[in-house]
């Protein structure tokens, strides 16, 4: 199901021993940034999917939380060390900026971005979604999950071809989904 809705191969692991992946993982279609205490097989099975993996060791280190991204470019969590922004900019071959959304720094969590469109928290302000325009190089819209939830990356994974959203989604958030992300072209 998930393969058919996202046009992907779907390729089973897990992030030290959680299944949680989406908080400990973020990718584009260059490089993949992961938590440091993801295992050895755990990399391999992100390389062999043609990707290169960083592991980021920073005292913020939940990757897909703290880092949002598309093949355009790199928000990332404000306290986040130079050195581990600039390693993410060259594993994903994008510009990186430090920024928040809605005033979190847990940027992954705060909105999801596609090639296509970008759905971000309903307190995003204006100085934050133009810099996630400029960023992202998408419209941005607002939105909820989970019947009101704003935390988007808590209940939405998607990419150009389609989404997935949480079993509590309304019929009205899935129609903002459908639109932010380009789906009713």
Do not use: W
Not at 36 to 42: D, G, I, L, P
Not at 97 to 110: D, E, L, P, R, Y
């Amino acid at each position: 199901m998930v393969a058919d809705v996202l046009g992907v191969k779907v390729v089973e692991l897990s992030i030290a021993d959680s299944t949680i992946i989406g908080s400990l993982l973020t990718f584009n279609s260059h490089g993949a940034i992961v938590t440091a205490y993801a295992s050895k097989e755990t990399f391999k099975t992100i390389e062999n999917q043609g990707l290169k993996v960083f592991p980021i060791k920073d005292v913020i280190n939940a990757a897909g939380n703290d880092i949002l991204a598309n093949d355009h470019g790199a928000l990332v969590h404000p306290d986040l060390q130079n050195a581990s922004v600039k390693k993410i900019g060259d594993i994903l071959g994008v510009s990186v900026q430090k920024g928040t959304i809605a005033s979190f720094g847990t940027v992954g969590m705060a909105a999801v971005v596609t090639n296509k469109g970008c759905l971000c928290h309903p307190k995003v302000t204006d100085e934050e979604k133009q810099q996630l325009e400029k960023v992202f190089d998408v419209e941005v819209m607002i939105g909820t999950v989970n019947h009101g939830f704003p935390m988007i990356g808590s209940g939405l994974v998607a990419n150009t071809k389609g989404a997935i959203i949480g079993k509590m989604t309304t019929g009205i958030e899935m129609g903002r989904i459908e639109e932010a992300l380009g789906f009713l072209e």
